[in-house]
């Protein structure tokens, strides 16, 4: 370490003349401006995080979610005989998400906040393959489900249960309510409608899925309900298409998850499982612990959480309102009209989903139409030059050669960004049209970061269409 007669020019510092460690754990310590500036700057080689419209998930929030977060970066959620209160604002939080989902008694409910909507689709998967198992089950568990987001492959995969993913058919990229009967039987735990499809962004038909459980329960006994994975659609519907029936007003559905951190509007983090009665959560997934103090219910999978994500999700339920998100989420789904008016009238482009609220998430995807010359790998490519980040990759396995693109409309996200995003998306496809790329492009190369686990297989060749 230097003196205090060392240099004066942060450049100077020891830790910033050599490169940083990378390797084995770091030998020597460093002056903490000099690590600061080291992990800072490297940091400015990832995207601008705004610009990225291939994430769901929240990437601007006011200053006083700001300030919350930093007020509780050392608060342990877990903890809650030490921080009642963070336990209090959770427990608020979920009466409320209850309420808007409209479970029939958002007072005495069971729910949690979770890190996000993987963990809540786990407890949800988990709560019915306990009560299968209660009811009498025996031999391989199932779940029925349309395409779905990778954290249902991994909960079958993590917990020894069957996927059974129905496959697409027609022109429809959903599950089919008509498809469901047929891939259901004793064994099946639930069927997972999933309310903001990761592909496309479009609802799949909760309602109807329900009437063709009621007519399964009456022609063979077979009861089976439904988890609904609201990871986006679980903040926009209710109050942007509230007539929509999708929640606990239908009574097959025993619960729900979503991520507070998508349209929930909270930091990074943050997530919602809810179970329609408290009796929908087998109480053998719950345990009471008293290492900390004072006795107390905990059911998430991992023990410590940040408690800032819960409270500044509290923050927002209560800055808002019902009122406040409704103009939110309107403001969002009319840039996401915005994009889709700007796309189609290009002439290349079919949408898939226009931002319709009552079809589908503050999403735009869609398909080229035309032999234009370039693909749209080329294209999600070519926007990078921008620095806009937008995906393009295959619809599931089944339907697999056709490729989409799909952009994420989300708070902070402007008319006037979206029209430099159209004038840039211009400007690259007639770079595109003038010198198309050629060569095949690898999955990992064409689409970066995906949330399909097979489409991640690194060495996997897609040629363009
Ligand atoms: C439909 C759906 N379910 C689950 C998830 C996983 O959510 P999280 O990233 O909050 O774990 C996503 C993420 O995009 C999703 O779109």
Redesign the pocket.
Known sequence: MPDTEGPDDLFALPGLSRTAPKGGFPASEMFPQAAYEIVHDELMLDGVSRMNLAT??TTWVDDQARRLMAECLDKNIVDKDEYPQTAELERRGVRMVADLWRAPDPATTHGTST?????A?MLGGLAAKFRWRKRGGSGTPNFVCGP??V??EKFARYFDVEIRQIPLRADRLTMHPDDVAAHCDENTIMVVP?F???FTGLFEDVAGISATLDTLQQTSGLDIPIHV?A??GGFLAPFAAPDLVWDFRLPRVKSI?A?G??TGLAPLGS?WAIWRDAGDLPEELIFDVDYLGGSMATFNLNFSRPGGQAITQYYDFIRLGRTGYARVQSTIYRVAQHLAAGLRGLGVFEMIHDGDPRRGITAVSWRLTSDSGFNLYDLSDRLRTRGWLIAAYPLPPDRGDETIMRAVIRHGFTVDMTDLLLEDLIRCMKQLERRPFSSPLTRAEAGGFT?DAKAAVPDAKISPP
């Open positions: 769901f998930c890190t996000g909507s993987s963990e689709a779905v987001q954290c249902w999933t903001g499809q990761t994975d990871a986006s998850n991520s951190h998508k997530g949330h």
